[in-house]
């Protein structure tokens, strides 16, 4: 069974960091481009990030640039989005995707940005 199990969000003031990460299991992690979308109230979502399999080419929204860092560990089967100088307008729930063959999302996690 695939799963995709994003973690890491939450409630976080202007300027701050989250880390989020996304387990996955049931498919063969290393052979899967991975990246991080994300949904605001009343928008379409939207691609935040985006990693190769080996982690060797790297694609960031402009919105992003600078502030956002993908990773991720084929060992562990996982990928990470480090946030930091988090704005309001981040806000929004964040979805894990994987590509290959077949497309899989996770269920979300909420990162909230607001004093």
């Known amino acids: 069974q695939v799963q995709l199990v994003e973690s890491g969000g939450g409630l976080v003031q202007p300027g701050g960091s989250l880390r989020l990460s996304c387990a996955a299991s049931?498919?063969?992690?290393?052979?899967?481009?991975m990246s991080w979308y994300r949904q605001a109230p009343g928008k379409e979502r939207e691609l935040v990030a985006r990693?190769?399999?080996?982690?060797?080419?790297?694609n960031y929204a402009d919105s992003v640039k600078g502030r956002f860092t993908i990773s991720r560990d084929n060992a562990k089967s996982t990928v990470y989005l480090q946030m930091n100088s988090l704005k309001p307008e981040d806000t929004a729930v964040y979805y894990c995707?994987?590509?290959?063959?077949?497309?899989?999302w996770g269920q979300g996690t909420q990162v909230t940005v607001s004093s």
């Open positions: 995707n994987a590509a290959w063959i077949l497309l899989y």
């Open positions: 049931g498919f063969t992690f290393s052979t899967y481009t």
């Open positions: 990693i190769s399999t080996a982690g060797a080419s790297i």
